[in-house]
């Protein structure tokens, strides 16, 4: 897998788990087996997840957010102590982010530890 | 292309512990001891608080819905997400209700319902076990059984209602994904629970417990032993001269009243020992709060105008019962349609019971306020042994049993509370020198209603069914707890107030103290029968009305106490007698009516008191601006504020001898306004802690100076000093509403306080269309996301009504529909 083909399958994966409505972690799951199967280039790989879990989560959220007029996000916000909804949105997205950067990262270090990778 | 070498694993190792923190730390609830849910699920945007704001979740589109077997019809709503709901029949209906409720207001009931029970800390962790505790002690598990097995053993038509509810609230349950659980379940990581009627039952007794559980005999009993009966007299009479009852004294009694004589005066062999003993003016050491919770201030108007005061020649109704105002709102609107029964009613219902509590249809209205009569005692007992196990009751030894409940605790060892119980009631306080302790009491709530020909169901399904305002006062005799003052209209003309519940017969004097626990004949000799209620029809005058005071006139030959309001009742009964006519819009202009006659009555002799000669130009200006206020508490009024305190801060340093805080009765504000006017050396208003002697004049003076001190003359209004909000029901932040800038304040029509006031207004002017308006502060939805979350919360405060019509199915303002079929 090149970088833009592990960005893809990540961001692919997610928004699966988006669709399905599947527990936040099946995703970084299923990525993180599929990067020890496939051969991926040497170089971290945190990146590509990182980006994948942005575009998708921070995306849903600013979705929800935008169609929802900020209703939710406004509220919540103040819950969290945050000034505004849109920062909402940007904490999904990170959080998102965060979470399927270490996967990608996790696995594809995992799998140079043991198998000798092509250098990009 | 040269092939690279093993890495080494120190960086997959790094890699694979963070990964591995972050699983962990998103899955764990209370992450870093926060009080935050499993944050991985809750910032999912397809499982977490986003699936809030899905256009599913915040709007009502069309549906079609086949689990239940069992019944059919339709729910339509209307563009405020109002649902009006089609059935075959009265129990379909009740189906309906239950499962746009639960779409609506799943939290809430659960939450409401758990707070009755005392299970809070199930959910919500150890910090809420007191509280559950004081709840189980209390004994609302006990009366919410005893309720429910009434409904079931002597009502069962009644009790299919129930649960044809239950069944449309759990097939509500039974269809929702874990994605669309209301977001304060995701917030506290909770799931929904079913329902059962018991839980409906629990609703009932909370409702009891916030109007009807108020007394203070506790109080009283301590405030007679330290002050001497004299002194007690004085500051504490049970009656205020000035009231303007809600039976006017023009009704007379011509019933032979049942003998009540089974009781006997209060500590009849008990007498306060200590009077006198100590200077009544000492200050006594602080003691624990009363074991009764003390309600939070509730008030409400209703009334009604008959054909010679009404516009339009035909009766026009008002009611604004006043509770805690939360988001979402404590009731929720409906419109009843059913084809066996020929129903078509409309009004506000209370998430957690079926039907329509406060609400009209073509022929008749009816609304309620709260009666306030005192329905708890507290018994000493005569113990046998020391681990009071045993007690006499008329000599004879009696055997204390009790009751075992579990209290189930997040992340904790479950617990197991044991109350014991006497023939009175239960015991709360097992202390040794607790205020309460092994005193036992008894609540009506806790009793077995008389024999009556319908339940709790069928009192209101009367009215919802009632033709006249005869029907509804055939409905109303089988009505008992907690004792409400329902007002009555129909389109013919008739108008009534109507006083219902169970009122225990008391002998004279008999109730505000503490009793002897040990004869039999100390308790009540059963209830008022309905026909002797006390009650109000097409009177001379032209309305009738109710806020809260006092019953009835001092010649109703029953004794009874309670809590009563001194003066909306008043100003209330003044404005409908001098107003000639009124239209439904002067009828709603009441119900925003901020003017508070306790300011008129008491601003006089404040102001009075001042001293004038030393007084600079610009408190001289304060003295004329306060000289001039209406004592209307508008938003934007800042001698209101002024007055606020002034009022707090003399009242105060009166009562500092005997505040609420060291157990003593609360000096009622009619009886201080009556003691400054009349009697302004009096000793109440000499601070024992200073040498010289206090006068009411002094005192006066000495808060007015005070409140000069800190005084901005452009500082704030009366809505921030108010500082009254809609908050979350769960206190969540941000869930709640921004600073209210209604007028109002306690003790105007406009009851509007820091978190209670009108918790619904509603307008009827019967005719041969009823036309209708009514407006809650908040809004049906209980989503947050949800545009109908707070939309009728801003009509609400700014004094405006919806309509209210009655709909058929083809209205073309009904605007989505869930069909159920089979």
Known sequence: MTRLQLFIFAAIVLIVGQLLSLSWWIPLAVVFVGVLIATVRNGRAFMQGFWAGLLVWGGMATYYHFSNQGLLGDRLAVTFGLPDGWLLVLVTGLWGAIGMGLSTWAAQSLRASFVSLRPN | MAIQKKKSPIQAIIALILLGAWLTFNSLSAPLGLPLPALGDFFNPSTGFWQQAAYRNTHKSDREISISAAYVGQIKFSERGVPHFFAPDLESACYLQGYATASDRLFQMDLSSRATAGRLSEILGEGLIDYDRAQIRRGYREAAKR???????????????????????????????????????????????????????LMTKGMSKTLSARNHDLEASYSIEQLGQETFDMLFPERN???????????????????????????????????????????????????????????????????????????????DPHLGLTLPSIWYEVQIHTQAEGLLTRGVSLPGL????????????????????????????????????????????????????????????????????????????????????????????????????????????????????????????????????????DRYGNIAMRPSGGFPLRPPGQGRFVLDGSRSDQGWAGTIPPEQRPAQRNPQRGFVASANQRTTAEDYPYHYIGNFDDYRGRYLNRRLAQVETFNQRAIKDLQQDAYSLYAEELMPYLLARVDRENMNTSERSLLSELADWNYIYKANSKPATFFHRWQAKVYDLTIDEIRRDSGFLELETWRFVDLLRNEPDHKIFDIDSTKAKETAATLTQRAFDEILESWDEDGIDWAEERNAYVGHLARINGFGSKLLRSPGTGQALNALRGSSGPSWRMVVELGDEPSAWGVIPGGSSGNPASPHYDDALHEWAAGRYYPLPLRNSDDDELRSTWTFTR
């Open chain 2, 147 to 201: 309720l429910e097995s009434d409904w079931k053993e002597n009502f069962p038509k009644e009790y299919a209602f129930l649960e044809a509810y239950s069944r449309g609230i759990n097939d509500f349950i039974d269809q929702l994904e874990p994605e669309d659980y209301p977001i304060e379940f995701k917030l506290i990581g909770h799931k929904p629970e079913y329902w059962s009627p018991y839980k409906s039952a």
């Open chain 2, 241 to 319: 001269p000035r009231q303007s009852p809600i039976i006017s004294p023009s009704v007379k009694y011509d019933f032979t009243p049942l003998d009540t004589s089974q009781g006997h005066m209060p500590l009849a062999n008990k007498k306060p020992t200590v009077s006198n003993k100590l200077s009544w003016w000492e200050q006594p050491e602080l003691i624990d709060q009363s074991p009764m919770p003390r309600s939070p201030w509730n008030g409400s108007n209703n009334w009604a105008v008959g054909p010679t005061k009404s516009s339009t020649r035909k009766p026009i109704l008002a009611n």
């Open chain 2, 354 to 489: 079926p039907l329509i509590v406060i609400g009209f249809n073509k022929d008749v209205a009816w609304g309620v306020t709260n009666c306030g009569h005192d329905v708890t005692d507290w018994y000493e007992m005569d113990w046998v042994d020391k681990g009071h196990t045993r007690y006499l009751l008329d000599s004879q030894e009696m055997e204390v049993y009790y009751l075992y409940d579990t209290i189930t605790i997040k992340d904790a060892e479950p617990i197991v509370e044991t109350t014991p119980w006497t023939v009175w009631g239960p015991i709360i306080d097992t202390t040794a020198d607790g205020r309460a302790s092994w005193l036992s009491m008894h609540w009506l709530s806790h009793d077995q209603p008389p024999v009556r020909d319908r339940g709790d169901l069928g009192v209101f399904a009367g009215l919802m069914a009632a033709s006249s305002e005869a029907d509804m006062q055939q409905a109303l005799r089988s009505y008992f707890d907690p004792a409400q003052n329902f007002v009555l209209a």
